[in-house]
């Protein structure tokens, strides 16, 4: 069979009012611009960015390096439906009763491990499916926002990020859009906060939005770099996209959450001490908290029926540098042992790349040896991560 062509993009820079307060939010999109013949399927993808007051905007190495990677990666979805919310089957080597650990040090000869804890296997190259042919595949409509203050964003910084969260959701509502804006769920009224469904160019002229397609998976990304860590704490909050917006009862879109860098341990200073709620939201995205009592009050969970306990369509990536300058490796397993349900060993690696996954293959730490928090001349390696987690979750 045929390789599937890599598709085209076309990128524009477009301005898109917040629906939190109306500031214009800079960003840059890339649509694909060729039509496969085969079955395909869209996929939304939001990349968020450093921290605005030192520095951060889609205007960084990292940033450019996944919307590259997006653009060009013939990214598949294998033996499922792209709508389809059911997770992948863990892996054989899963432990039941907690996570899985892989590592890999240099001198590793590929043999399964002997260490006492038997969820300990060695890190292995994805396994490759003699089924390619039957892969979806999957074009990326592409959304790098600036944050207000950022770049050529209008307003600025918030103290406590919860106006960074509006700009975020104002995206994921222009992806979901589709061909459907002008609809009453998209439209100023009764409820403020809510994206107005315009769109305008650098002179604050309206224009014609740019043709969105109908998307079945969203990605919520973020990227590395010093305010990396701040987009990811923004990211990790946001819901996955309901099927419906207009129906705050109907089923979640799947959604990937790529959090590079994370940072638990500063969150505090980028939140203005209210980092309480971040972790919370988190927290009911990660363990599928529906009940609003056991998250905080949010736009598309407040709806949602309490007797609903459906597992949450997500799958959640996170890679870290073993040098990472904020936060350390082990302050983040801690955070994702009590946001995430990790049950990680007592003893953790001190040296080497290691990896550490949720039973039912949710959620997948990766820390990589000698990356820190900026990735420099590691961009690489960091798409190679991303591209084995894809292929290990998706193919």
Known sequence: MASIPIPRHYRT????????DGSMLEVCLSIPTNISS?????????????????GGSYNNNIVGALLQWFETYPLHVM??????????????????????????NPGDDGKDSSAADSSWVLLKSPKKNASKDQAMPLSCVV???????????????????EAEREDYQTIVDFLQSGSRLGGSHFERGDTPSVWSGKVYDETGQEIESPRIPSLSRFILIVGVYMGYSYGGMIASTIPP????PSDPTSEHLPTSYILISYPAGVAWFLTSGSHGSFSKRARAILLSETDSSASPPDSHLEGESVKSKKKRPIKAFFITGSQDQF????????????????NPPKQLPSSGSW???????IVHLD?????????????????????????????
């Open 13 to 20: 820079v477009i301005y898109i009012p917040s629906r939190s």
């Open 38 to 54: 085969q079955p395909q399927g869209y996929t939304g993808v939001i990349i968020a960015h450093p921290y605005g007051p030192l």
């Open 79 to 104: 033996g499922e439906d792209p709508s389809s919310n059911v997770p992948r089957s863990p892996s054989k080597k899963s432990n039941e009763s907690g996570s899985n650990l892989r590592q890999q």
């Open 143 to 161: 959304c790098a926002l600036n944050f207000r203050g950022c770049g050529k964003s209008k307003g600025r910084t918030s103290w406590f990020g």
């Open 241 to 244: 996209p309901l099927r419906n």
């Open 327 to 342: 936060t350390s490796p082990k302050t983040l397993v801690s955070w994702l042992k009590t946001n995430a349900g990790l």
């Open 355 to 361: 990896a550490l996954n949720h039973p039912d293959g």
């Open 367 to 395: 820390v990589v040896e000698g990356a820190d928090h900026f990735w420099l001349d590691r961009e690489l390696l960091l798409l190679e991560k991303l591209q084995s987690w894809w292929t290990e979750a998706y193919q």
